[in-house]
């Protein structure tokens, strides 16, 4: 029986991940932050380096059930598929999604996946500012990639709750005051 949480914080560049997996990593007990970025090698030999570090990652967090940690994940394996499923990568990486998302949804956690987005799409180009920050080739911070991004984001949402009912799918538009948004999570996860 699970006795920790389990997780993962997807949306695109600007929707806020990094305050929130950050906020989440010191409000609930025992908790670790992970944060990943995915594979930069966009060519087919990308996709098995991508295949076997996420399912390493798969492999590490079953080490971890019932070990009464919780564990906070900024990006997964779904922003390899939703890269993919945007054209941003030379390959379809949707087999090996399906195979990692059934073996995610019977970890013994009490598993969240969470989507952060901006009802006002427009919000990005504020967000989207980034001085100092390195710029991967498909992940270059523009607003029309954050909109068609977050869009993806929320349709694969809608797939996973329909298809997993003991994945909790959260969407949580972040926008407003975060005081709010933290409120919001503490009441749907549960701390």
Do not use: H, W
Not at 24 to 37: F, K, Q, V
Not at 101 to 109: G, V
Not at 116 to 138: G, H, P, S, T
């Amino acid at each position: 029986m699970a006795n920790s949480k389990l997780i993962v914080v997807e949306g695109p560049q600007g929707a806020g991940k990094t305050t929130i997996t950050d906020y989440l990593r010191y409000a609930i007990p025992y908790t670790n932050l992970y944060r990943l970025s995915g594979t930069s090698d966009s060519s087919k030999e990308g996709k098995k380096k991508a295949e076997e570090m996420y399912r390493d990652l798969l492999e590490y967090m079953e080490k971890l059930e019932n070990k009464s940690i919780n564990l906070v994940f900024d990006r997964t394996f779904f922003t390899e598929e939703n890269y993919c499923r945007l054209g941003y990568k030379e390959y379809s990486f949707t087999d090996i999604y399906n195979e990692l998302l059934d073996k995610f949804s019977k970890l013994d956690f009490e598993i969240y996946y969470i989507t952060l987005y901006l009802e006002n799409e427009e919000l990005y180009n504020k967000r989207l500012v980034r001085k100092d920050k390195a710029v991967i080739k498909y992940a270059k911070f523009e607003l029309e990639k954050s909109i068609k991004q977050q869009r993806e984001y929320l349709k694969m949402s809608d797939e996973i709750e329909s298809k997993y009912p003991n994945i909790n799918c959260l969407k949580i538009e972040n926008s407003k005051d975060l005081e709010l948004t933290k409120q919001e999570l503490k009441e749907k996860i549960g701390f």
